[in-house]
């Protein structure tokens, strides 16, 4: 990865720095370890945090260079570290003001999960309606977090939103969808056609089972 002062070498497995920290895959996985012996009342230090924050940065580099190759399913991958490292930061912080400097980038890293998890359905050949629902429910979840910051409001107005809408319009236009299954379920329970939303829930059942290769 090219940096303004130079090149960043990152591995592709495990941390992107190649270590082991404690002798862990990830600092993530020695401070969950941590919380075995010391509780659920574990506190992070200051040298703690100086690590988990060591740890965001590299991940983000590597979700970035994910992204510009195209490796969705890698990108995932890493955001979902990352997220896990969030949620764990929220519980065993030290300090609410070094928390928010890391909350205020949820939004962002669960807009790169969710276009790439969307992206990789596509590659996985499981049909452009699969890769908007990924993205729904992502916007779902999105909302849901803008709602408990109590800032809901601004959620269809966020730039983040309206990429993530513009990609699924695009995905819609380019492929030629409809309305997918989900969409028309939620139209048919709005509508109150039980019937119809019952038909629909058996198709979407159908298609799971498929797509885990059992009947």
């Known amino acids: 990865m090219r940096i303004d002062m130079g090149v960043l070498q990152l591995e592709t497995k495990g941390r992107p720095d190649g270590a082991m920290p404690e002798g862990s895959e990830t600092y993530l ?37 994910w992204l510009q190759l195209n490796r969705f399913d890698r990108a995932v991958q890493d955001a979902d570290h990352t997220l896990g490292l969030m949620d764990f930061c929220q519980v065993h912080s030290p300090d609410e003001q070094w928390t928010t400097s890391h909350e205020q980038y949820r939004p962002f890293v669960m807009f790169h999960r969710i276009q790439a998890s969307a992206l990789s359905k596509l590659e996985e050949n499981t049909g452009p309606e699969t890769a ?84």
């Open 29 to 65: 996985d020695h401070l969950v370890g941590l919380t075995f012996h010391e509780g659920d009342d574990f506190v992070m230090n200051e040298e703690q945090c100086y690590e988990v924050d060591r740890e965001f940065v590299q991940f983000y580099h590597r979700r970035i260079c």
């Open 132 to 215: 908007i629902e990924e993205i729904n429910n992502g916007l779902e979840k999105m909302q849901e977090l803008f709602e408990e910051l109590g800032v809901e409001e601004q959620f269809e107005e966020d730039e983040l939103t309206k990429r993530l809408i513009e990609l699924r319009e695009d995905l819609r236009e380019k492929f030629e969808v409809g309305r997918t299954l989900e969409e028309q379920l939620a139209d048919a329970v709005e509508s109150e056609q039980y019937e119809l939303a019952a038909e629909l829930r058996d198709k979407l059942a159908r298609r799971f089972r498929e797509s885990k290769g059992t009947h």
